[in-house]
């Protein structure tokens, strides 16, 4: 009989004592299988779900079936069926990477004969068999992470947990794990939970988002509807000078919606209005800006719309990666 490898949330709350509720009351479903977005500012809940379904904070009130095993009273059987990299890494600088992985398969109950062969699997799937034996104080940042992703892949779990992993990664570090993960999907079946600030991850990697403000769910589907229900383009201009921010502001005001960019001025285009018609104006007033783009729509745009500002991590990305899946 197969796995569940689901994940079910039903009004799930997480309320620290004199303070706001982290988690307000979210539903969620997860499909086995599929890669499941997460996506939030810094203090919207994301990693706190995060600990309530890996078992390691009881939820307030609500319900969670992870695997389906109940968070509340079957924490065991839980953890059995998942794997969990947090956003901490909890590595021994001493340790080699072979050492971790060791000790990881005999607390995994890996049996004997399994253990050094699924050892040099994890390294290779991670690109760390080079590196194996080199003690983790002189890994950089990407290696401790691939590091922590095979920990949490030893006894080949179901479902996996990802809180924010490629957080400070250089791209090629991000991208050789994004390729991992789409992998673990696809040809393995795994379930991904992953929580992420950057847009750029979760429309390359994930079959469906949510997105997470202030401890509710504001918006969830494909990345592909998220952004088709904005719909329409927005015109992003940068000023040559601070001075000329509030002509620009009220130029572009007739042509669209105002955005609460915090990196340069922008409207959401209303129908019938276009680029063209935004430099004509320009030309006419003779307004001169810095730059001025076109820019389709995006899950920033979808994220600015839904909660009125950017998300943290979009202002890291600059350029766009290739579909790894």
Same mark, same amino acid.
């Given at each position: 009989?197969?796995?569940?490898?689901?994940?079910?949330?039903?009004?799930?709350?997480?309320?620290?004592?004199?303070?706001?509720?982290?988690?307000?009351?979210?539903? #969620?479903?997860?499909?086995?299988?599929?890669?499941?977005?997460?996506?939030?500012?810094?203090?919207? $809940?994301?990693?706190?779900?995060?600990?309530?379904?890996?078992?390691?904070?009881?939820?307030?009130?609500?319900? %969670?079936?992870?695997?389906?095993?109940?968070?509340?009273?079957? /924490?065991?059987? &839980?953890?059995?069926?998942?794997?969990?990299? *947090?956003?901490?890494?909890?590595?021994?600088?001493?340790?080699?990477?072979?050492?971790?992985?060791?000790?990881?398969?005999? #607390?995994?109950?890996?049996?004997?004969?399994?253990?050094?062969?699924?050892?040099?699997?994890?390294?290779?799937?991670?690109?760390?068999?080079?590196?194996?034996?080199?003690? &983790?104080?002189?890994?950089?940042?990407?290696?401790?992470?691939?590091?922590?992703?095979?920990?949490?892949?030893?006894?080949?779990? @179901? =479902?996996?947990?990802?809180?924010?992993?490629?957080?400070?990664?250089?791209?090629?570090?991000?991208?050789?794990?994004?390729?991992?993960?789409?992998?673990?999907?696809?040809?393995?079946?795994?379930? &991904?939970?992953?929580?992420?600030?950057?847009?750029?991850?979760?429309?390359?990697?994930?079959?469906?988002?949510?997105? =997470?403000?202030? /401890?509710?769910?504001?918006?969830?589907?494909?990345?592909?509807?998220?952004?088709?229900?904005?719909?329409?383009?927005?015109?992003?201009?940068?000023?040559?000078?601070?001075?000329?921010?509030?002509?620009?502001?009220?130029? #572009? /005001?007739?042509?669209?919606?105002?955005?609460?960019?915090?990196?340069? *001025?922008?409207?959401? *285009?209303?129908? $019938?209005?276009?680029?063209?018609?935004?430099?004509?104006?320009?030309?006419?007033?003779?307004?001169?800006?810095?730059?001025?783009?076109?820019?389709?729509?995006?899950?920033?745009? &979808?994220?600015?719309?839904?909660?009125?500002?950017? #998300?943290?991590?979009?202002?890291?990305?600059?350029?766009? %990666?290739? @579909?790894?899946?």
């Amino acid at each position: 009989m197969a796995r569940d490898n689901s994940i079910v949330v039903e009004k799930l709350v997480r309320e620290f004592r004199k303070g706001p509720r982290a988690v307000d009351g979210i539903d #969620l479903h997860v499909a086995p299988g599929e890669i499941y977005g997460f996506l939030g500012p810094n203090g919207a $809940g994301k990693s706190t779900t995060v600990l309530m379904l890996t078992t390691l904070l009881p939820a307030t009130t609500g319900s %969670a079936r992870v695997g389906g095993y109940d968070i509340r009273t079957e /924490g065991p059987k &839980v953890r059995s069926v998942i794997g969990a990299a *947090l956003q901490e890494a909890a590595l021994d600088p001493l340790l080699t990477g072979r050492d971790h992985l060791k000790l990881q398969t005999m #607390l995994q109950a890996v049996p004997k004969a399994e253990r050094k062969p699924r050892q040099n699997e994890l390294l290779d799937r991670v690109g760390l068999t080079e590196a194996a034996d080199r003690k &983790v104080r002189g890994y950089s940042g990407g290696m401790k992470r691939r590091l922590d992703l095979a920990l949490a892949l030893v006894h080949r779990p @179901s =479902i996996l947990f990802l809180d924010e992993p490629t957080t400070g990664l250089d791209p090629q570090s991000r991208t050789a794990l994004w390729e991992e993960v789409a992998r673990l999907a696809r040809e393995d079946n795994v379930t &991904v939970f992953l929580t992420t600030q950057y847009l750029e991850e979760a429309d390359v990697l994930a079959d469906r988002v949510g997105i =997470i403000d202030n /401890g509710r769910i504001v918006a969830e589907g494909t990345p592909a509807a998220l952004k088709a229900e904005i719909g329409r383009p927005s015109i992003h201009v940068t000023p040559v000078r601070d001075d000329d921010r509030s002509v620009i502001t009220e130029l #572009l /005001g007739r042509f669209g919606e105002p955005l609460g960019s915090e990196r340069d *001025l922008a409207v959401r *285009l209303r129908e $019938g209005s276009g680029l063209v018609d935004v430099i004509r104006a320009m030309d006419a007033d003779g307004v001169v800006v810095d730059d001025i783009e076109l820019r389709a729509p995006t899950l920033d745009d &979808v994220f600015l719309a839904k909660t009125g500002r950017t #998300l943290e991590g979009a202002a890291a990305e600059k350029t766009v %990666a290739p @579909s790894v899946r």
